[in-house]
């Protein structure tokens, strides 16, 4: 298992800095390309905003991972060590079922986009393959819930509550 969360990780790390850098170079070429020869490519902002869509869903799930969501730090610090613990589990929880409603509903529009053959304006690209950041995403960051939730269930609570003090 451990050897399958690595590689998940470090997949994800890549996919992102692959995205951006590609964005990064697809930016800078309609730049030069727009104010230098007078002509912008056509299909560079659509193919950015889809970067983005799957950096942010990509991102949120290395977040998850390591916890760096949005939370309320300053409640979980200052509560007793049990109160504490359950409101991590609360938040773990919340953010699992988070994920789950938009992995099913990222999932349902995902494929009534595909059965309706729509397609991105300008590269004529199945709109489908950009809206599956959604249900991925989704899927990913609902998986480091579970992580995080299994981790704060079978840690120490005294030794995870000092831990996250500092």
Same mark, same amino acid.
């Given at each position: 298992m451990q050897k399958t969360e690595i590689y998940l990780s470090r997949l994800e790390e890549i996919l992102i800095g692959l995205l951006i850098a590609s964005a990064s170079v697809i930016l800078f070429a309609n730049v030069v390309a727009r104010y230098v020869f007078n002509s912008g490519i056509p299909w560079a902002d659509e193919v950015v905003r889809s970067q983005i869509v799957w950096m942010v869903f990509l991102g949120g799930s290395v977040a998850a991972r390591q916890g760096i969501h949005i939370g309320i730090d300053l409640l979980v610090q200052t509560a007793p060590v049990n109160i504490g613990r359950i409101i991590r589990l609360t938040i773990h929880a919340v953010g699992i079922l988070f994920c789950g409603v938009l992995v099913y509903y990222g999932a349902? *529009?995902?494929?009534?986009?595909?059965e309706f053959g729509q397609v991105s304006t300008a590269l004529q690209a199945p709109m489908w393959m950009f809206q599956l950041a959604i249900p991925v995403?989704?899927? *990913?960051?609902?998986?480091?819930?579970v992580q995080q939730l299994f981790s704060v269930l079978f840690s120490n609570p005294l030794e995870a509550h000092i831990e996250h003090i500092g």
């Open positions: 349902e *529009l995902t494929v009534q986009t595909r995403g989704s899927a *990913l960051m609902a998986i480091r819930f």
